[in-house]
C-alpha cells in the first residue's frame, strides 16, 4: 500500500482526492469545514470513485447508516489494530462492504481469545490455499481463477473456513491468517492486478 497524501479538513480531502485519484480514502466523519456524511457524498461523486473507508470515535448506529447511506464502503470504530486497519482497507479496495467488524472491544476479545488457536479440525492445503487468498483480498471470482476452480467451489471452501475457525468477516480470516503466518513472505504474483492507495500499487 501507499499512502499518498493526507487533508486536514473536509474540503482539502476532496480536493486531494480529485488531484491524487486515490483507490480508497480514510475519512475520519468529524472534521473541520464540513459533516463528514457531506464529504462522503462529494467523495462519491468523483471520476473515479474511490472506495471510502470511515475510521472514527463515533461507535453509533446512526453515525454508521448516515455514512453508509451516503456512500461509504466501509465503517470501522477507532481503537481497532492496525491488523484490523489493513485488512479493511483491502476488504473496502477489492469491492467489498465492511460494516463495523471490530469494535474496540469485540477486538479485545478476539485478541484475547487466541485467534490463531487450532482450529476444530486442521486444515486441508486447499483450505488454507483459500484462506491466502481471501486474506489478501481476493475475491471469490478472483481465488476461483487464481485456483482454477468454480465460484462455487470458493464458497464452498469458504463455508468450511467459517465453520472450522469460527470466522466470519473477511477481517477476521485476515487477522488469522496473519497470526498463523500464511501471508508472511507473500509477493503479489506475476500478472495479479493491482491497484493502489492513491495511484496504482496495491497488492
Not at 467488524?101 to 486447499?126: I, Y
Not at 476452480?149 to 488469522?176: D, M, N, W
Request: no cysteine; net charge negative.
Amino acid at each position: 500500500m501507499e499512502v499518498v497524501g493526507e487533508a486536514p479538513d473536509g474540503p482539502e480531502t476532496v480536493s486531494r482526492a480529485r488531484d491524487l485519484d486515490p483507490d480508497v480514502v480514510v475519512l475520519d466523519l468529524v472534521m473541520p469545514g464540513a459533516p463528514g456524511a457531506v464529504i462522503i457524498e462529494q467523495l462519491v461523486r468523483l471520476d473515479p470513485r474511490p472506495r471510502i473507508l470511515v475510521l472514527t470515535g463515533h461507535d453509533d448506529p446512526a453515525y454508521e447508516r448516515s455514512a453508509l447511506e451516503a456512500g461509504a464502503s466501509g465503517y470501522l470504530v477507532k481503537g481497532a489494530g492496525d491488523v484490523d486497519l489493513l485488512a479493511a482497507i483491502r476488504v473496502v479496495h477489492s469491492g467489498g462492504t465492511l460494516v463495523n467488524a471490530m469494535r474496540p472491544g469485540e477486538e479485545a476479545r478476539a485478541s484475547h481469545g487466541s485467534l490463531a488457536g487450532a482450529p476444530s479440525r486442521p486444515l486441508s492445503p486447499r483450505e488454507a490455499e483459500v484462506l491466502r487468498l481471501l486474506a489478501q483480498g481476493y475475491t471469490n471470482q478472483e481465488a476461483a481463477a487464481q485456483l482454477a476452480v468454480s465460484v462455487k467451489t470458493i464458497e464452498t471452501h469458504r463455508k468450511r473456513l467459517s465453520v472450522k475457525l469460527g470466522l466470519k468477516t473477511r477481517a477476521e480470516l485476515f487477522r488469522f491468517a496473519v497470526e498463523v503466518g500464511l501471508l508472511e513472505g507473500d509477493a503479489p504474483s506475476e500478472g495479479t492486478s493491482s491497484s493502489r492507495l492513491g495511484g496504482r500499487g496495491f497488492p
